[in-house]
């Protein structure tokens, strides 16, 4: 079956970078669009960044965009999420999520886009 494990969340300063993982299993990986979510609790599931099966094509909500940068490697199934600069409202559990796409360029910013989602990993950021 599918599978999507997050890893690499943890605590961090505001400022401060972290690099959050998430590996494939279980699907094509290079057929799939893949995205990031974060939520805290209490309110709902906001897109945070996606990127186009083959990796050409990025997409970024505003907040993040300038300090995030998502990424993948086909041949590790993996989809990356960079962070630089965070801040204490990046605090949230971040989720990747993955999509089958029949176009090469196509990335999906809206959760019901998705097919497949991971357990999540929790982000910290203090001030």
């Known amino acids: 079956q599918v599978q999507l494990v997050e890893s690499g969340g943890g605590l961090v300063q505001a400022g401060g970078s972290l690099r959050v993982s998430c590996a494939a299993s279980g699907l094509t990986f290079g057929s799939y669009a893949m995205g990031w979510f974060r939520q805290v609790p209490g309110k709902e599931r906001k897109f945070v960044a996606a990127?186009?099966?083959?990796?050409?094509?990025?997409y970024y909500a505003d907040s993040v965009k300038g300090r995030f940068t998502v990424s993948r490697d086909n041949a590790k199934n993996t989809v990356y999420l960079q962070m630089n600069s965070l801040k204490p409202e990046d605090t949230a559990v971040y989720y990747c999520?993955?999509?089958?796409?029949?176009?090469?360029?196509?990335?999906?910013?809206?959760?019901?886009?998705?097919?497949?989602w991971g357990q999540g990993t929790q982000v910290t950021v203090s001030s």
């Open positions: 999520a993955a999509r089958y796409s029949a176009h090469g360029g196509s990335y999906y910013s809206s959760t019901p886009n998705y097919e497949y």
């Open positions: 990127i186009s099966r083959s990796g050409g094509n990025t």
